[in-house]
């Protein structure tokens, strides 16, 4: 087995753990949490959610080949309806299951910054899903413990990225000295403090 498939093979279960992980937040989420504010300023819960649900299915869509232009409208608008959790897990298994087919980490993706390849892609959806995971529990008074395995790996995804994702303006400014601890420092790095 090479280097390069391990890798993959690793994204692709990372990725799968994440939304396990981010799918326990969501089943969480009680009937007066959803018009919560999130550390995601412009978005509540119900929004922040919403936003990770088309996030899957987007994904879904792009791992298998489809540009953008082809996706077109046709994941705007509310997707929870009246039943968020299965909304959630119909997408999450969809863009999983996309990133796991063969082909798909070295296929490229036509995202908005891309096109590249699948696991460069598949990184990107891991660390967005794991991290607004988080959010999801900070919003919801939820413990915000995150997986040490899971922090470490989203570090390792993110660290050679940090000046493109702090260009991005996607995520608050990250303080100029990061914390040690790992989870604080990923949160920090991404805009967001545990305390």
């Keep these: 087995m090479t280097d390069d498939t391990m890798g993959t093979m690793d994204i692709t279960k990372l990725h799968r753990r994440a939304l396990e ?27 922040l959610l919403n936003h990770i649900v088309a996030g899957n299915w987007w994904a879904a869509e792009l791992a298998r080949g489809r540009t953008i232009d082809e996706v077109g409208d046709r994941f705007d608008g ?3 309806g009246d039943d968020a959790l299965g909304a959630y897990d119909r997408s999450a298994e969809a ?16 995202v908005s910054y891309g096109p590249v390849p699948g696991r460069v892609y598949a ?7 794991f991290v607004h995971g988080w959010d999801l529990a900070a919003a919801t008074d939820q413990p915000t413990e995150l997986d040490p395995e899971l ?10 990225q940090l000046e493109m994702f702090a260009a991005s303006g996607a995520f608050k400014a990250a303080p100029a000295s990061l914390p040690q601890a790992p989870s604080e420092r990923l949160l920090a790095a991404l805009g967001r403090s545990d305390h």
């Design 78 to 80: 509310d997707l929870l």
């Design 151 to 160: 922090v470490d790996a989203c570090w390792t995804e993110i660290e050679p």
């Design 21 to 47: 992980e981010t799918r326990r937040r969501v089943a969480a989420i009680g009937p007066d949490d959803w018009s919560r504010p999130t550390p995601c300023a412009d978005w509540d819960v119900a929004a």
């Design 95 to 110: 863009a999983a299951s996309a990133f796991e087919e063969p082909g798909a980490m070295s296929a490229p993706c036509a």
């Design 123 to 129: 990184g990107h959806r891991f660390i967005d899903v």
